[in-house]
């Protein structure tokens, strides 16, 4: 049943609201707009506060708001073709009720009446531009007819009037709304409520409208000064590159209150001496940090210096990074101390969990001083056999240096005046420290470390250094050794190129199935180019000389040798199998070829063990060489046991005895070298029993040299350049050898087996595998 009309409202007495004037004095006020009586008598100003009184809400505006929304969100789902939402009969009935008393109008429910009544749905309801969402009510004409009327009905029926979609003043919908946006131009409601005055006034800056546009359409991050002051990257997807600084949080303490607690409960509170700690530090520099250069060591004494004995904190300084590199250097030292007892604990395991105690409280603000820590630990952990979590350290100095922008190019910055020109170039080589940390661990553990280079925008560090110079000589001081400039900046260039070159064969070679045989030796044939290449073009600065006289050859370059020579025999030691990976019809110089070049490489890194023996002795060796040697001795290894030919035989035994004595030395520094020793004993005596039980089984084999083995263009052939000296005569021996070098994965699949030998194509014994195609230890030798 339709409503009743209502009749039309009588004037108000009095109005229910005065203007601000006309209140404040507590005369009587007439309501009149757009100025009262009083107000315009006097010459003044009149306002209205209908707005802040919270006895006159306007409902019937908010109403009309609420109906004009339905009526959109309703227009928009059918445009989309998905059907809307229907309301139950109560509630249907009630609004239809509300609206009918503040008669307003809302299509959606004239809608669901027509749908209700005849099943379909109209025709000119499915045209959005066609179809008008709303119609001006009829109170408000008969208000504004009135010019006498109050000035509550006034101002209901001009908010009525803008709110009413179907005025034409905001006659537009959301799609020509959106549409003037994109185009730039303003839409009819900015106009209305905004004023021409504000609309010229916002169109006439468009180089500030671009500047504004320019900073919300960016897509790379950028470096963001945070709470804790730190220099951190945001990429442009966390919103946070909008502002220049973070806002609307504390920072938080760099240094927990409660520190003292924590290390007196973990019985960690004993504080070196001053004189023990810069001794357990020259330690590290000396011989650590050759291998794993991440910390200058003038800006860290002079850091350390502002931070211990002036109060000024830095950057370059903190207690967890100086414990790592105590841990480090105290390896060097006995493992309980007279000096320093720490008793159960060892010298390097006290610090070692001293600075993984404050790394952990650390980590809440972290700094670039928390990365340099983690690359040390990594290392640590590393020395006592600790590689999961060695591993996880490294990963999360790469992480890190990601979070505090060490991957960036500096330049802007340093134009900008946020950071100077030396603190560029020490994050630039930080960066780059833990890149190569990372890489090293990838290969120590047989493991792609998947990280992301095509972000990274810094370049590596240029030649000649613009730090100042590194000097190195060996602590303690040895009288006849004078201090050398180290090349720091040649040699990480150096060490980039040659990672760079080795990465994407071991990602394949050594991770990848899918890919033909053919495919894999041209990339391998490719890859042994390129490192004899990077060897040829090693500058001068980096050589090694064997017959060096009063000067012996730094450590940072045999190290760098070493890992030449390992690289050498990854690339090789798959290929030492006839069968398991060789191309079918046979292609390029064959498993013998193979099989020589890892015991040249081999060789190789025994020599430069020689030369380092020598000049500083097993005792003063890094962790990272005892991977190096690992690799050595297990070709070395694979290649003696056993042998029928005595004579040669004795001269690759010396090399492994070379070997082993390195390691029964450096065990006393690091457990991991007392792992790997008792790891190879124990892999040489499993291969020797495999070998004497094939031979005790009457098992014989015919051994002759291949009458020819293709070659081609592209090869494994890398006769270019001198031999080695310690092996001018290994052709011979290798010819010789032949037949006992034949005895080793062929050999052992036969004995292993018990299928025919034709069978064993693509098998090969498990435990062998284990050894021969991962640098993995297995636990049970832990």
Not at 71 to 99: F, M, T, W
Not at 173 to 193: C, D, F, M, N
Not at 484 to 500: A, F, G, H, M, T
Not at 720 to 740: I, K, N, Q, R, T
Request: overall charge negative.
């Amino acid at each position: 049943m339709p409503p009743k009309q209502k009749s039309l409202r009588a004037l108000r007495k009095h109005v229910t609201t005065a203007c601000t004037h006309c209140r404040n004095n507590k005369v009587k006020c007439d309501g009149a707009t757009p100025t009262c009586s009083n107000c315009h008598s006097k010459g003044r100003p009149c306002h209205y506060k209908q707005r802040e009184d919270k006895r006159k809400v306007p409902v019937r505006v908010a109403v009309g708001l609420l109906a004009q929304r339905v009526d959109s969100l309703a227009q928009y789902i059918r445009n989309a073709g998905l059907p809307v939402p229907k309301q139950d009969e109560h509630s249907h009935r009630v609004l239809k009720g509300v609206l009918e008393a503040l008669e307003l109008k809302c299509d959606d429910l004239a809608v669901e009446n027509i749908q209700a009544l005849s099943g379909v749905e109209p025709a000119s309801l499915a045209n959005p531009v066609e179809n008008e969402l709303c119609t001006r009510p009829h109170a408000d004409s008969t208000a504004l007819r009135d010019g006498n009327g109050t000035a509550a009905s006034r101002r209901t029926a001009e908010a009525s009037a803008f709110l009413t979609p179907g005025s034409e003043t905001v006659g537009t919908t959301s799609h020509e709304i959106i549409s003037r946006l994109v185009e730039g131009q303003p839409s009819a409601t900015a106009v209305t409520s905004g004023g021409a005055g504000q609309n010229e006034q916002v169109g006439s800056d468009p180089e500030s409208d671009d500047e504004v546009t320019d900073q919300f359409s960016c897509r790379l991050g950028r470096l963001q000064l945070t709470n804790d002051g730190q220099l951190r990257y945001f990429g442009s997807l966390s919103n946070l590159t909008l502002l220049d600084a973070l806002v609307g949080a504390a920072p938080r303490l760099s240094v927990h209150k409660d520190t003292p607690m924590l290390l007196e409960n973990a019985n960690l509170n004993r504080e070196p001496d001053e004189a023990f700690e810069e001794h357990l530090l020259e330690l590290f520099f000396s011989w650590q940090d050759p291998s794993m250069h991440v910390i200058h060591p003038d800006t860290f004494w002079r850091s350390r210096a502002q931070s211990k004995h002036e109060g000024q904190a830095n950057q370059y300084y903190s207690q967890p990074l100086s414990d790592a590199m105590c841990a480090l250097g105290a390896a060097y030292e006995s493992k309980y101390h007279p000096q320093f007892v720490v008793f159960p604990r060892s010298l390097a395991q006290y610090f070692g969990d001293r600075a993984r105690l404050l790394l952990e409280l650390e980590l809440d603000c972290p700094s670039i001083t928390t990365v340099q820590t983690l690359v040390l630990l990594s290392h640590h952990e590393a020395a006592c056999t600790e590689d999961t979590r060695g591993w996880l350290y490294s990963g999360m100095a790469m992480r890190l240096s990601l979070d505090l922008g060490l991957h960036l190019e500096m330049g802007p910055y340093i134009e900008k005046g946020t950071i100077s020109h030396q603190d560029a170039e020490v994050r630039r080589m930080i960066f780059w420290g833990v890149y190569l940390n990372e890489q090293f661990w990838g290969f120590y553990l047989g493991r792609s470390p998947q990280s992301r280079m095509d972000a990274v925008t810094v370049q590596p560090p240029p030649w000649p250094d613009p730090l100042p110079p590194i000097k190195w000589k060996p602590y303690p001081n040895i009288s006849s050794v004078t201090q050398s400039s180290v090349p720091s900046s040649l040699l990480c260039r150096q060490w980039i190129k040659l990672y760079e070159i080795m990465i994407p064969l071991t990602d394949i070679l050594y991770g990848c199935s899918e890919i033909s045989k053919h495919a894999l030796q041209e990339l391998t044939a490719t890859t042994v180019d390129r490192l004899r290449s990077w060897k040829v073009d090693l500058p001068l600065e980096l050589g090694i000389d064997k017959a060096y006289g009063f000067q012996p050859p730094l450590p940072h370059i045999l190290v760098l040798h070493m890992q030449y020579h390992q690289f050498m025999i990854h690339c090789h030691r798959p290929y030492i199998s006839k069968r398991y990976i060789q191309p079918h019809p046979p292609r390029g110089p064959g498993s013998n070829h193979a099989r020589r070049m890892c015991v040249e490489s081999a060789i190789a890194i025994v020599e430069i063990l020689g030369l380092y023996e020598r000049a500083y002795g097993f005792g003063r060796a890094s962790v990272s060489i005892i991977y190096y040697v690992f690799s050595a001795t297990l070709i070395l290894t694979f290649t003696t046991v056993p042998s029928r030919y005595v004579s040669h035989e004795q001269l690759l035994t010396n090399y492994l005895g070379t070997c082993f004595r390195a390691l029964e030395d450096m065990s006393t520094c690091f457990e991991n070298a007392k792992r790997t020793s008792t790891f190879l004993r124990a892999i040489q005596e499993q291969w020797h029993t495999q070998r004497q039980s094939w031979k005790t089984r009457g098992k014989k084999r015919k051994f002759g040299r291949p009458c020819h083995e293709t070659d081609t263009s592209r090869s494994l052939d890398v006769n270019a350049g001198p031999p080695l000296s310690a092996s001018d005569d290994l052709p011979s021996v290798m010819d010789e050898y032949g037949p006992s070098l034949d005895l080793g994965v062929d050999g052992l699949m036969a004995a292993c087996s018990p299928f025919d030998a034709s069978s064993n194509i693509h098998s090969m014994d498990h435990n062998l595998c284990s050894v021969l195609f991962s640098e993995g230890i297995p636990d049970t030798f832990i």
